[in-house]
């Protein structure tokens, strides 16, 4: 039996996740983490992107938003914007939501917030892939 450590995920909404895990990946600013029982201590940002959380052998992938990480012994904290299984992505609303982005970003307009609408893009884009890939 693989080492655990205790994770929980906390949105401003709910607590997305609170067990015993093996291994979660996240996104960070730097790049994707693997963290696993023993990990040195460590806060960090975390950037849009797909989270994976693995329990009892099976891995199970979520959509995360901007947040942080914080690993200390034993423990990892997540506290994100925003954490989604694919089971509950809207995938119309996020195609509609790319859609909206894509434009925005098109249009040449002064007035156009493109970090905004590029944030947007990232966050529609990562829903949608997350969505997909529990067909597969």
Known sequence: MASKFHLEIVTPDR?????????????????????L????????????????IKKDG???EA??????VKV?????????????WPQEIDVERAEAARERAEKRLESSKENTDTVRAEIALKKAINRIEVYQSKKK
């Open 63 to 68: 959509a995360i938003t901007e947040g942080f």
């Open 15 to 35: 607590v997305f996740y609170d067990d015993e895990v093996e291994m979660v990946v996240l996104r960070t600013i730097t790049g994707d983490v693997g963290i």
């Open 72 to 84: 200390e012994e034993g423990k990892t904290i997540v506290i994100s914007d925003a954490a989604e």
């Open 37 to 52: 029982k023993g990990h040195m201590s460590m806060v960090s940002p975390l950037k849009i992107g797909k989270m994976k």
């Open 58 to 60: 099976e891995i199970r």
